[in-house]
């Protein structure tokens, strides 16, 4: 166990549905970061917040969105969503805003979402 | 933009051999991470690299850094069949806003016997 808990694990919806991926970062940890895993791309960076404010955006969809709450955990929204969402979603954690020199991210065991 | 590559993107090994997986980005990081994916699981950190020259070891893993060249090598020592796993290599840009990490497309590794 990382310490890096995300919930579901797993996640079955249609296309055009709404769906909230939930990720309690490790404690202490103040950032959290999102990741989204296909086939065809690779690991893409979406989104980064520290200590409840975002940091970094990276190549998130207009119709994906994330907060993280004053207790840290952090929720990724996505809606309207189409087969290619299709991924694993991971969080992931860090004690500051930078990757630690010794330790970088600690990640989650990650969301798979499945859109039919 | 950072961009890292890895090469090869599939690696089949045999046991007993030694074999190297190379990790290149465009511009100049600070840090350099190694990291272990099995199927369908999350990623487990192996190595940080903070410097040039930089070398760490565990077991039958050995990463190096060389930040002039702007790469990074992972050496699998005599492989066995529990190192076959996705291996992720990772870099952040200096004094980026927020220090993402942006990964390579990784190395599938299957050692066969």
């Known amino acids: 166990d990382s310490g890096v808990t995300q919930t579901p694990k797993h996640l079955i919806t249609a296309t055009g549905q709404r769906v909230t991926l939930r990720c309690s970062p490790r404690?202490?940890?103040?950032?959290v970061y999102w990741y989204q895993q296909s086939l065809d791309q690779g690991l893409q960076f979406l989104i980064q917040?520290?200590?409840?404010?975002?940091?970094a955006k990276g190549n998130i969809l207009e119709r994906f969105s994330a907060q993280q709450f004053p207790d840290l955990h952090s929720e990724l929204n996505l809606s309207s969503l189409e087969l290619g969402d299709s991924a694993l979603y991971f969080c992931?954690?860090?004690?500051?805003?930078?990757?630690?020199?010794?330790?970088?991210?600690?990640f989650g065991s990650g969301t798979r979402l499945t859109v039919v | 933009e950072l961009k890292v590559e890895q090469n090869p993107l599939f690696l089949s090994m045999q046991e007993g051999k030694n074999y190297t997986i190379y990790c290149n980005y465009s511009?100049?990081?600070?840090?350099l991470y190694w990291y272990r994916q099995d199927p369908g699981k999350s990623l487990e950190s192996l190595f940080v690299?903070?410097?040039?020259?930089a070398v760490k070891q565990e077991g039958r893993l050995m990463a190096s850094l060389d930040t002039k060249a702007r790469l990074s090598t992972l050496h699998i020592t005599a492989a066995v069949h529990d190192l076959s796993a996705t291996y992720f290599c990772?870099?952040?840009?200096?004094?980026?806003?927020?220090?993402?990490?942006?990964f390579g497309g990784g190395t599938r590794v299957l050692v066969k016997p």
């Open positions: 992931a954690s860090s004690v500051k805003g930078q990757p630690l020199a010794n330790y970088g991210y600690t």
């Open positions: 404690s202490g940890d103040l950032s």
């Open positions: 917040y520290y200590n409840g404010e975002e940091r």
């Open positions: 511009t100049t990081s600070d840090r």
């Open positions: 690299l903070l410097s040039n020259g």
């Open positions: 990772a870099a952040n840009m200096i004094k980026a806003a927020g220090n993402k990490l942006t």
